[in-house]
Nanobody
Framework: EVQLVESGGGLVQAGGSLRLSCAAS????????IGWFRQAPGKEREVISS????????YYADSVRRRFTISSDHAKNTVYLQMNSLKPEDTAVYYC?????????????????WGQGTQVTVSS
């Protein structure tokens, strides 16, 4: 059974940092893509970052590029999202997602496996 467990969310002031973790189990971690989606109240869900554990390629949405960094610890089967220079507009529920896309990063609609989400709130 695929399980994705997020942690690390919380309340932070604008300009601060948080690190989200996604502990994965139930699949061959090295073969899968892991991504992060977020959904703010009244807004559409968006994929903000992803990583291919097979070749290390990464994706960042324009809204988070140069502020967020995704990384993968293969020994711990855990993916991290380091979030720096946080803004109030980063406030959302953040979801870890996973799926297998041979030789490429998965597209937004391809992720079948989802974690339960973790709340990130950035105060101004």
């Amino acid at each position: 059974e695929v399980q994705l467990v997020e942690s690390g969310g919380g309340l932070v002031q604008a300009g601060g940092s948080l690190r989200l973790s996604c502990a994965a189990s139930g699949f061959t971690f090295d073969d899968y893509n892991i991504g992060w989606f977020r959904q703010a109240p009244g807004k559409e869900r968006e994929v903000i970052s992803s990583i291919s554990n097979s070749d290390g390629s990464t994706y960042y949405a324009d809204s988070v590029r140069r502020r967020f960094t995704i990384s993968s610890d293969h020994a711990k089967n855990t993916v991290y999202l380091q979030m720096n220079s946080l803004k109030p507009e980063d406030t959302a529920v953040y979801y870890c997602v996973a799926d297998f896309c041979l030789g490429r990063l998965c597209s937004e609609s391809e992720y079948r496996y989802w974690g339960q989400g973790t709340q990130v709130t950035v105060s101004s």
